[in-house]
């Protein structure tokens, strides 16, 4: 490796290092997806990452979430950080450990990857005109949805896959997980915000059910899923 410029080489017609130096992404949530977003968006070239979560990593979150066992007890932002700055220690990290609150500041790009159904509603209520790209990953078991706001089309879509937390399946949406399946959602989510960032039209909703090999990429706006797909 000669140059930092030469660990982008490969990637350079795929994703725009201009558009990445302008721009705050906020992930909300680094969990099972938000962590390993987080990581394949410092391994693209963000230079401005901002992570929001107030857990702390859990001795299975290490099988699950991608943490490592020396991580267990830290706080999840904490320990992210760490991993991200062995991609890129240039990269300049916000770490904030609490709940998102309306009154924060973030960036215009925000992967919201938390695990409740109320959760998601409250702070796309929050962000919604104030965030230009939205995404949105969702998880069970070897099932995951992706959901992307980046234009009137997509971002009059995404509220209708919001409801009420009551309709939710129980448990987190976490609770059934696995590293394999937050990964894939992780890529896709990130693939998407590369198509934002090249002017590129952005996929409103997908779902994919690892188990059953079956992909499904709803019409917008008529994208709504029985409710069998309303996990958290």
Same mark, same amino acid.
């Given at each position: =490796?000669?140059?930092?410029?030469?660990?982008?080489?490969?990637?350079?017609?795929? !994703? $725009? %290092? &201009?558009?990445?130096?302008?721009?705050? !992404?906020?992930?909300?949530?680094?969990?099972?997806? *938000?962590?390993?977003?987080?990581?394949?968006?410092?391994?693209?070239? /963000?230079?401005?990452?901002?992570?929001?979560?107030?857990?702390?990593?859990?001795?299975?979150?290490?099988?699950? +979430?991608?943490?490592?066992?020396?991580?267990?007890? %830290?706080?999840? #932002?904490? %320990?992210?950080?760490? +991993?991200?700055?062995?991609?890129?220690? +240039?990269?300049?990290?916000?770490?904030? &450990?609490?709940?998102?609150?309306?009154?924060?500041?973030? *960036?215009?790009? #925000?992967?919201?990857? /938390?695990?409740?159904?109320?959760?998601?509603?409250?702070?796309?209520?929050? #962000?919604?005109?104030?965030?230009? @790209?939205?995404?949105?990953?969702?998880?069970?078991?070897? #099932?995951?949805?992706?959901?992307?706001?980046?234009?009137?089309?997509?971002?009059?879509?995404?509220?209708?896959?919001? @409801? $009420?937390?009551?309709?939710?399946?129980?448990?987190?949406?976490?609770?059934?997980?696995?590293?394999?399946?937050? *990964?894939?959602?992780?890529?896709? =989510?990130?693939?998407? @915000?590369?198509?934002?960032?090249? *002017?590129?039209?952005?996929? $409103?909703?997908?779902?994919?059910?690892?188990? &059953?090999?079956?992909?499904?990429?709803?019409? !917008?706006?008529?994208?709504?899923?029985?409710?069998?797909?309303? @996990?958290?």
């Amino acid at each position: =490796m000669n140059s930092v410029s030469d660990r982008f080489e490969r990637q350079a017609d795929l !994703v $725009p %290092a &201009a558009r990445l130096a302008e721009e705050l !992404v906020t992930v909300i949530g680094v969990g099972a997806v *938000g962590r390993q977003a987080a990581l394949q968006l410092a391994a693209i070239g /963000v230079r401005r990452l901002q992570l929001i979560d107030f857990d702390t990593v859990e001795a299975t979150n290490v099988t699950t +979430q991608g943490y490592l066992c020396e991580d267990v007890g %830290a706080l999840k #932002v904490d %320990a992210t950080a760490a +991993q991200l700055w062995r991609v890129d220690p +240039q990269l300049e990290v916000q770490s904030l &450990a609490d709940r998102y609150r309306p009154a924060q500041d973030i *960036g215009a790009v #925000v992967f919201c990857c /938390v695990d409740a159904i109320g959760s998601r509603e409250a702070i796309w209520r929050a #962000v919604s005109r104030r965030s230009q @790209f939205w995404c949105d990953g969702r998880l069970r078991g070897e #099932v995951l949805r992706v959901l992307t706001a980046a234009d009137p089309a997509s971002r009059g879509h995404y509220p209708t896959t919001l @409801f $009420p937390q009551s309709q939710a399946q129980p448990g987190a949406c976490t609770s059934r997980s696995t590293i394999y399946t937050a *990964g894939i959602a992780a890529g896709y =989510m990130v693939h998407q @915000f590369t198509r934002w960032l090249r *002017g590129l039209p952005v996929t $409103p909703e997908v779902l994919l059910n690892l188990l &059953a090999d079956e992909l499904i990429v709803p019409d !917008v706006p008529s994208g709504n899923l029985s409710a069998e797909h309303k @996990f958290r």
